[in-house]
């Protein structure tokens, strides 16, 4: 089928909460994607920082497979032997005790709302259930996690928001003690904001909510939806920080495209959860731990966070070279989690890379966001460059 086909099935049958979309991509091999009409990309999206590997990695596809030719799923009644692996795994590199499965990002965050609200009351905090939350963060599209986003655009429509979240800004220690009272449960935060525009917490923000939540036993939480799985140089983001919180979410880069989400908590908190409070049907079944199980172990086999480090200040460097000659006010950013912060005509530049064969996004409205594999080399990036160069001759 052409993309024109592809585009006429999707807008008469599926419900369209995306909007337009130009493209329709059929084939992935490693950094790079072809559509329907045969034009090759190099992605620097990865599926929005899912395709931590790249596109096929081979011990992925591998692990899928002789999977699927096994058993695919038997739901939570019963042991399943890839969960358990996994959990081992990602509790062996991290600071937590235990984690629940889940399928995405959005239901790995309302367990961790649940699992904060149930601690409160299990600790004789009948009262506590506010959770606060970070101006332009961005947790999940369900409505929990949307009133824990806070960013008005997308709670229009959907009113009333639900009780129980409290917003301050980013980065912002004495305004977030200010809003702390006795029906606080817990902080939420992003180390980074991916979607809220690549906004870095400054030197001790994260490290002074660690103190904040100690000095009114409050859990602090990390949204790690896309910051972990070595993206930051670090498996998880929070290593790169030096700040040990009591509750991790994670998804999109845990399965390499398969749908996974996970809670990680620290034991006292993770006690909370018991037989009848939470429940997944499809939460780290076969099919999606296996794969996760390849995706974590050729992250820490082949050291790429090491690489997201190295490539991504290449990355960097190769986007500042450009500001003395286009409307570029900054790149920001961390590891393989990079943004590019313009002036003006963010959107039609990121349409322009696109269309010469780059795939990125504008979030935000002004920053170009890069969420390259983990496993690039320095051809892909000056690739990647050279493209954000002529898309930039093109526009300005």
């Not at 559509?35 to 596809?61: C, Q, S, T």
């Not at 799923?73 to 600071?95: G, M, R, V, W």
């Not at 299990?122 to 961005?138: L, Q």
């Not at 983990?374 to 460059?385: D, F, G, K, Q, S």
């Amino acid at each position: 089928m052409t993309t024109a086909e592809i585009k006429s099935l999707a807008t008469e049958y599926i419900i369209n909460t995306y909007g337009d979309r130009s493209l329709a991509f059929v084939k992935g091999e490693g950094p790079y994607l072809w559509d329907a009409d045969g034009k090759k990309y190099l992605d620097f999206l990865g599926g929005l920082a899912v395709n931590g590997l790249g596109h096929g990695h081979p011990k992925v596809v591998e692990a899928i497979r002789e999977q699927a030719g096994n058993v695919l799923h038997t739901s939570n009644l019963y042991y399943i032997q890839p969960q358990a692996e996994l959990a081992k795994l990602l509790i062996d590199n991290s600071d937590m005790d235990q984690c629940f499965f889940c399928n995405s990002g959005a239901e790995a965050n309302e367990a961790a709302i649940k699992i904060a609200r149930k601690y409160a009351k299990d600790n004789g905090k009948t009262d506590s259930y506010e959770i606060i939350t970070m101006d332009n963060s961005f947790h999940g599209r369900t409505m929990a996690t949307i009133t824990a986003t806070a960013q008005p655009k997308y709670h229009v429509g959907f009113e009333p928001m639900l009780e129980g979240f409290k917003y301050v800004p980013f980065d912002d220690l004495d305004a977030t003690a200010a809003a702390v009272n006795s029906k606080t449960c817990a902080i939420l935060v992003e180390p980074i904001q991916s979607e809220g525009g690549v906004n870095i917490p400054s030197a001790g923000y994260l490290q002074g909510l660690r103190e904040l939540c100690d000095q009114h036993d409050l859990i602090l939480m990390f949204d790690e939806v896309q910051t972990a799985m070595g993206r930051l140089g670090t498996f998880f983001g929070y290593q790169s920080y030096g700040v040990i919180p009591d509750v991790i979410t994670m998804a999109k880069a845990l399965g390499s495209g398969v749908p996974i989400g996970a809670m990680l908590a620290k034991q006292k908190v993770a006690d909370s959860f018991v037989p009848g409070t939470h429940a997944a049907t499809f939460g780290g079944n076969f099919l999606s731990s296996a794969a996760a199980c390849a995706t974590v172990k050729t992250i820490l086999d082949e050291n790429l966070a090491v690489n997201a480090v190295k490539m991504g200040n290449y990355l960097a460097g190769g986007l500042m070279e450009l500001k003395d000659k286009y409307p570029i006010d900054e790149v920001r950013g961390k590891g393989l989690l990079r943004g590019l912060v313009l002036t003006e005509n963010a959107k039609l530049l990121a349409a322009q890379c696109i269309e010469n064969g780059l795939v990125t996004i504008c979030t935000n409205d002004y920053v170009l966001r890069f969420l390259p594999p983990l496993n690039i080399n320095t051809a892909h990036v000056e690739e990647a460059v050279n493209i954000v160069e002529k898309s930039m001759s093109q526009v300005y």
